[in-house]
């Protein structure tokens, strides 16, 4: 009996890893794969191990974005926030933005993201779940302009595809073998 119960939760366990690798899957794979340029962080924390912190050109939304003003102090801390993108020359750079999904026109990607705080009555910071890149040991601190291919879903749900240094990917330029 206790071995029925011991091969039960191996197989629960097992059944959850390749439930969750296949969802990552699937995002990776039908979402629309967009280029996002990212600005300059301290890209290596000791604690933590080895990962490159990434912010991007669309972490901080200006008022100006949004149809309705915006809520005043603290009220947006934790909303999800709807970022209607278009591709401009390389990059794909925020339009427009919503606490309410908005319908994207042809050419335009809608990403979510939840407000991590306001730093000014203009300006809201939104975390998008891309923000952490993990990298090989020893790997964390590349030097040069980083950009990030985003797989982003239908529903808005972003996942980093890959990650460059000027325009090499970052396994190649860091000499990473995969």
Known sequence: MKSKAFLFLVAVQAFVVIGL?????????SGISILLETVPVDPRDMLRG?????????????????AAPLPSGNEAEGRTVYVTLENHD???????????PPGPEPGQVVISGTVR????????????????????EGTGNPIG??????????????????????DQPYAEVMGIDR
């Not at 990962?51 to 949004?66: E, G, M, P």
């Not at 390389?90 to 309410?100: I, K, M, N, P, T």
């Open 21 to 29: 690798s296949a969802y990552h899957g699937y995002h990776r794979a």
């Open 50 to 66: 080895d990962y490159v912190i990434l912010r991007y050109k669309i972490s901080t939304l200006r008022s100006n974005l949004f």
């Open 90 to 100: 390389r990059f794909h750079e925020a339009v427009s933005a919503s606490f309410d």
């Open 117 to 136: 705080n306001s730093w000014t009555e203009n300006e809201l910071r939104v975390e998008y779940g891309l923000e952490r890149y993990y990298v090989a």
């Open 145 to 166: 302009k980083i950009t990030a291919e985003v797989s982003v879903s239908p529903s808005g749900r972003g996942i980093i595809r890959e990650v460059f240094i000027d």
